[in-house]
Each structure stands twice: as structure tokens, then as C-alpha cells.
T-cell receptor, first 116, second 112 residues
């Protein structure tokens, strides 16, 4: 069964450093998302991406964040200058409208980002 | 924006008993309500979902009910098993491609 994959599974970085989190969505999906989950809290939306541009973003997704689909398969989240409060689990998700459930989002296993 | 509330935050049941988790939402434009199960160290996995044009949906031991008027929906798990132990999240969404608004999660423990 197709699945969303994410790399790395765990990333440790120093405050102020740039990180890139990588995702490979399911191949025929059209919408891509990033969510984050701070330990013990709810899953929070960051950004959605469709047709090679951001379609929606939350207040969390400030100028320190950017997303890119550099080729036909990868979808990346970049944090330019990490802060301690960026420590969280980051989930990538994708959707194929019209297939299966109405607009089910398929989630990857997540990348745990730890900022020291 | 949408606000999704979820209760209870923790739930312990004996194996074989039923478990019910409830969510409310605020945005009447929300029309898709998925439930996700998250096991330790893994991403959320869809277990069941419901659209606003139906009031109930069932899949084996799992069912979801939706009351659009009251803006609440519930997850029902019957004949619970230890492998049902996980964190369950409800969510609400508008149209395809729109973000999911998640509830705060319910940690379900099924005691053998």
C-alpha cells in the first residue's frame, strides 16, 4: 500500500541553525501539508501546498519557514533559524481528491526535531 | 477559525467494554470529520471518517455519529481489545485541500 515517507526520523540541531525536513508524498496525490505536534499537545497545521504554491498557512508558519517541491516527488519544509520552541514532531501529509475517502489526508511517520 | 474540542483526555476501559470519545466543533462550514489513531512513535492513521451529509457510519467495531445541529461527533469502539490502546484524535475540515483542525486527543487504555 502506498505511504508517505519522511526523512530523517530524528533531527538534532543547535539553535539558530537551518534544518530541512524531507517528505515523499504518495505519488498521485495533489495536495501536500505540514503539521507539527509539540510533545503532549494537539497536532497543529502549518501549511498546505497545491499546484506548486502555498494554498493555506497558519500563524505559526512565519518568515522562518518555507516549503518547496523541488522535483516531482519530494516536498520539503525548511526552518531557516531554529528556535528552542521549534522542537516538535513534524508530520507531512498528502491528499488525492476524488480517490478513496472524501479528502482523507495520509500522514507520514513524522520527523522528531530537537533544537538544543 | 474552527475550534475543535475533544473529551475525555484520558480513558481507561476493560477489555471487551465500549469506549466513546466526543468532539465538538464551532464552524458550521466544516463538512468532513475524520478520526485518527496514533500509536507511540508513529504518525496518525485514519480509522474512520464521516461527511456532513450522513449521521452515522460504521466499520466493524468502530462507528462514528454526527449531529450537525449540535455540532458534535463521536467515536464509538465496541468490544475493545488491548491493541486499541492508543491516542485518538478527531478533526474537522472544510473542503478538499483545506487544513484539518485537530482535537486535543484522547489517550485510550484498554486493560486486559
Amino acid at each position: 500500500e502506498p505511504e508517505v515517507t519522511q526523512t530523517p526520523s530524528h533531527q538534532v540541531t543547535q539553535m539558530g541553525q537551518e534544518v530541512i525536513l524531507r517528505c515523499v508524498p504518495i505519488s498521485n496525490h495533489l495536495y501536500f501539508y505540514w503539521y507539527r505536534q509539540i510533545l503532549g499537545q494537539k497536532v497543529e497545521f502549518l501549511v498546505s501546498f497545491y499546484n506548486n504554491e502555498i494554498s493555506e498557512k497558519s500563524e505559526i508558519f512565519d518568515d522562518q519557514f518555507s516549503v518547496e517541491r523541488p522535483d516531482g516527488s519530494n516536498f520539503t519544509l525548511k526552518i531557516r533559524s531554529t528556535k528552542l520552541e521549534d522542537s516538535a514532531m513534524y508530520f507531512c501529509a498528502s491528499t488525492a481528491p476524488g480517490q478513496g475517502s472524501y479528502n482523507e489526508q495520509f500522514f507520514g511517520p513524522g520527523t522528531r526535531l530537537t533544537v538544543l | 477559525g474552527e475550534n475543535v474540542e475533544q473529551h475525555p483526555s484520558t480513558l481507561s476501559v476493560q477489555e471487551g467494554d465500549s469506549a466513546v470519545i466526543k468532539c465538538t466543533y464551532s464552524d458550521s462550514a466544516s463538512n468532513y470529520f475524520p478520526w485518527y489513531k496514533q500509536e507511540l512513535g508513529k504518525g496518525p492513521q485514519l480509522i474512520i471518517d464521516i461527511r456532513s451529509n450522513v449521521g452515522e457510519k460504521k466499520d466493524q467495531r468502530i462507528a462514528v455519529t454526527l449531529n450537525k445541529t449540535a455540532k458534535h461527533f463521536s467515536l464509538h469502539i465496541t468490544e475493545t481489545q488491548p491493541e486499541d490502546s492508543a491516542v485518538y484524535f478527531c478533526a474537522a475540515s472544510r473542503n478538499t485541500g483545506n487544513q484539518f483542525y485537530f482535537g486535543t486527543g484522547t489517550s485510550l487504555t484498554v486493560i486486559p
